[in-house]
């Protein structure tokens, strides 16, 4: 009976410590394992090849919790806002024949300097700084 | 069987290294038991809340980055992005924190049990560095996620060192990288906390425990008075290695409570530019030296009151440090003994300056 | 002797310069006196009697235009008697209805202004004549405003300095001056609680509460100096100066003509005008609050279509909120909401152009917008549900760590009570 409850004791320990092992290295292997993004958000963000981006023409970045609208404009240069609108938030877009940024929920338009011009946004859009380094277009935020 | 296997491998060690000297301080060394026995495991838990620390901050460093641009963004990454990155780093922070909390008990237990008396003077001195050392671990962890909180608690902090005469402001600049706290004081934090810190810690621990495992467990007097045969041991091995491990499984069982239902919060990045947010305050544990520097007033007998505090602070540390080389006298028919009530002062002090200091 | 000669020379040159920009507009700025020796303000000034609505800073006094340059009089005397003597040009302050030919004096003629200001409007007093303030004014009504009911007289600043009364947040109020008084708007046979009515409205919320400077005032709708209601024609015009799609959707379909033709009044019919509130959904749709069962009833398209818009949107909103209340979750636990962030953003986007879309009164056009709406909220939904249950995984995690500890706990605990026994025995 005494060695029964010694041997079911050892076996109790083992069965434990093994599992106590486990639920330690679970999580350890875990957060070992490279996640998905595999780079904090940072103060900057990458939004490509300078190359690869075409003339006269717009894409949306995502700038950590913010929508970032970068534009090449006609003569090649980089113009980077804040993509939210003024008025309601919503995400403008560049229209590429009148050469200015236009949100399309209530028309409001800036222009390339993030200015607003027409419409209903009160303010104009906040700026980024951009930079090509080595083909690669990176934005910042000002100042 | 897995104990079979684990003799054959011990016998193998034994074979070629001669395990017996290791064997016989196991086997020999005892604890004594008796009504204030529980303070022995304080140590104990202190090393394991060590251990935790080295382990999770190893893991933190595989992701953290220094920087002014990159530390916010990549504990935030860490707590949103990583697997069980949020568990990891609160782990880490309330570990430190019951990590200082235990180091703290743990003295006071030994300076009240007398323990650091001839021959155990030289335990007591490298623990008080431990403690120092530990202290300084927080101070420059705290700064590392570079939100907006420690951010101004590190700017006070280092304002503070800034006050000693001749070598403050110096040492500010040295500790800061600089005039300010900038992008390069969180460089040199982070040097600090990860590299130059557990260098010198692991030195002085090292000290400590081998002090510990050649003089063996003290014995308080009213123990020591008792006559042989009434005197009570244990083996450490494993009689009170079984306790320690208990204890340890508990504790880290608490550490993961802590960590998942009060999770510590990141706060917002840190601006230089941005005005103080109210409620600055210092971490707790610095909390009753920050608070009498507070209600101190702004000048005592042509000294700077500030600076009078630090000054203090400073030398009550020191005379702190070597309190097993002072004497004091016995007082026989006193119900206390002076020492006894001077510890019960300070602890009394350091408790209601803490609880100031949050109520205020 | 040959001071005064000297004095009168300059008397001479500057009346009859003045008098040739009154009849040519030719000699500009020889006509604006320079107010450095100016004894009219330094005698008024001592004898404090300057005008009760004076300021040190008017724009006028600002340029160094004496007040003599409006008043005639000599300011370079200190003699009262001869300073402010009809001979030498003095009027005095203008009657009521002479103001807006007064200030035009200066304010019509662009070789004046220019000097002043480049590319300055110089058609406020043609302007004003076309106002109904003005045609009344010409009747000989004594209540209209004229120039310096609006502007002050020696108060006046810039519209952009906002100590002035036509700065855009103090123009509500300074209109309200007459609007507001009833019994003097009874006799036109106008309400006097447009403020009030206003300062209810969005724009009104926009411009007196947060202070909005993009918002609209009385002006930028009613105009300024040519003040008018807007007419029934250009009541879409009006509001779609700001609100552009809204005003392209609606004045392409059907109903505008309709409109037209039974005289309804354009966007104020279903918005109102002074009032203009943040529109609710409700409007749409055959509830209580519908505008459009005003006009339809059941049976008849339009009321098929209204029903079925409101549907839409709702479903769209109700799938946002849903969303949104689950990502508000996920931010509280903690866990990683950026992704969702983003999500929730597009949708939203969705729902407020869905909401344009319904001045299309086209429930297919609608129902596209809201379906990409509704899709990008599930995805949301979803995708913050993943977040939740994770967190929750974390509990139950914990609860299984605890169980495993606690089981080595208790071995543990045993183990030490044997060993306990074996020692004492």
Redesign the interface.
Known sequence: MKLDRRKFLNTLLGVGGIGGILAVFYPIISFLIPPKSAEPKVNSVKAGISAEFPTNSYKIIKFGRKPVILIKTEDNQYKALSASCTHLDCIVQYKSDTKQIWCACHNGIYDLNGRNVSGPPPRPLEEYDVKVIKEEIVITKMG | M?GNIGNKIISWIDERYDLSPLNNMLKHKKVPVHKHSMWYYMGGVTLFLFLVQL?TGI?LL??Y?PGE??AY??V?????????????RNVHSWSANLLVLFAFIHMFSVFFSKAYEKPRELTWITGFIILVFTLAFGFSGYLLPWNELAFFATKVGTDIVGVVPVIGEPLKIFLRGGEEVTGATLSRFFGIHVAILPAIFTVFLTLHLLFIQRQGMHEPEHFKNLPEEKKKY??FF??FA??D??LW??V??IL??LA?YF?WELGNKADAFAAAPAGIKPEWYFMFMFQSLKLLPAHILFIEGELLGVLFFGVAGFVWMLIPYIKVKRKPNWKIQPLTLIGIIIVAFIVIMTVIGYLV | MRTRFFYLSIYFITISSLLGVVISGQKENKTIQSSKEDHCYSCHKEIDNLPKDFSENDIHRHANISCSSCHGGDPTSDDQEVAMSPSKGFVGAPKHKDIPKFCGKCHSNINIMRVFQPRIATDQVEQYYTSMHGKKLLTGDENVAECASCHSAHAIFPAKDPRSTVYALNVPGTCNKCHGNSELMKKYNLPSNQLEEYSKSVHGVALLKMKDLGAPACNDCHGNHGAMPPGITSISHVCGTCHVSNMEYFSSTRMAKAFQEQDFHGCEQCHGNHTVLKPTDEMIGVGKDSKCVDCHSSGDEGYTVAKKIYSLLTNLKNQFSLADAKYLEVKKKGMNDIEIGFLLQDAKQALIQSRTLIHTFDSTKVGAKTKDGIEISNKASLLAQKEIDEYYTRRNGFAVATLVFLLVVIALYFKIKDKKKKTEK
């Open positions: 897995i382990l893991l595989l992701y980055r641009d990159n963004e990549s935030r990454f860490i707590v949103t992005e990583v697997r069980f990155g949020w568990l990891i244990i083996p494993p009689d079984l306790k491990l208990l499984v508990i880290f069982n993961i409570f998942l999770p």
